[in-house]
């Protein structure tokens, strides 16, 4: 299971929020480049890039901080937030991103989000499967929709998509442990390849995660807060 360190940025510092309310910011570190060189020098390989301006603002933000932290390390980086469109996947690839979720966009612009898919391939374009109360949430988890998660990803899964990212939002940072019975249900989809985020804060966690057939974990807080440390996600790489 791939082992991915989440790094949310706001105004171009490493923050982290509390079930997505951008009231409950803290600052961890001004330079995320800085901390993608901790996590390479861990030997992790994955983090996922979130522009947290970009989903407010619905359009690409930080992606200075992509090219500095693609052009200063090796890692391969997942990018998601404010990708809206064209202009917007082209400036992401082009700043190094291997892959990119479509969260929001997928909800507002399914047509657009298919033609990506054809276009790139299902190894570049991940579907981005965020929920409270198993309804899926957009724009930056600031609005709630009417779509039931399962049903939202099984109709992306028969189009051709192979990657979800799921957060329960409502397990996002209150280090309680993830979704597990939730995740247990997304993965019954066929063929579906799941990244589990959200509520992670032990070792014991995550190789539950990887039991159930999770393809990969994100950690976030529990990094940050130092309940967790690189040299421990390190030897589950």
């Given at each position: 299971m791939r082992i991915i360190i989440a790094l949310d940025i706001i105004e171009g510092k490493c923050v982290r929020l509390t079930k997505g309310d951008f009231s409950t910011k803290k600052i961890y570190n001004e330079n995320p480049l800085?901390?993608?060189r901790q996590v390479e020098d861990n030997g992790i390989k994955y983090i996922h890039l979130v522009d947290l301006d970009g989903a407010l603002k619905k359009r690409v933000v930080n992606y200075k901080i992509l090219e500095k932290i693609s052009a200063g390390t090796?890692?391969?980086i997942d990018f998601g937030g404010g990708i809206r469109s064209d202009d917007d996947l082209y400036i992401v690839f082009s700043s190094g991103a291997?892959?990119?979720t479509c969260g929001s966009i997928a909800v507002t612009n399914k047509p657009l989000v298919?033609?990506?898919?054809?276009?790139?391939g299902q190894e570049k374009i991940m579907l981005g499967a965020d929920s409270v109360n198993r309804k899926i949430a957009t724009e930056g988890w600031t609005e709630s929709t009417d779509s039931?998660?399962?049903?939202?990803?099984?109709?992306?899964r028969s189009k051709g998509f192979k990657y979800a990212i799921c957060t329960d939002i409502d397990k996002d940072g209150m280090l309680k442990g993830?979704?597990?019975?939730?995740?247990?249900?997304i993965l019954k989809i066929p063929g579906l390849s799941?990244?589990?985020?959200?509520?992670?804060a032990s070792?014991?966690?995550i190789e539950e995660l990887s039991l159930i057939g999770c393809e990969g974990a994100i950690i976030g807080k529990a990094l940050y807060e130092g309940i967790l440390d690189l040299k421990d996600l390190s030897r589950l790489c």
């Open positions: 800085e901390v993608a090796s890692l391969k291997r892959q990119v298919l033609d990506w898919l054809s276009k790139w039931d998660i399962i049903k939202f990803i099984t109709k992306f993830p979704s597990v019975d939730l995740y247990k249900e799941l990244i589990a985020s959200g509520g992670i070792i014991k966690d």
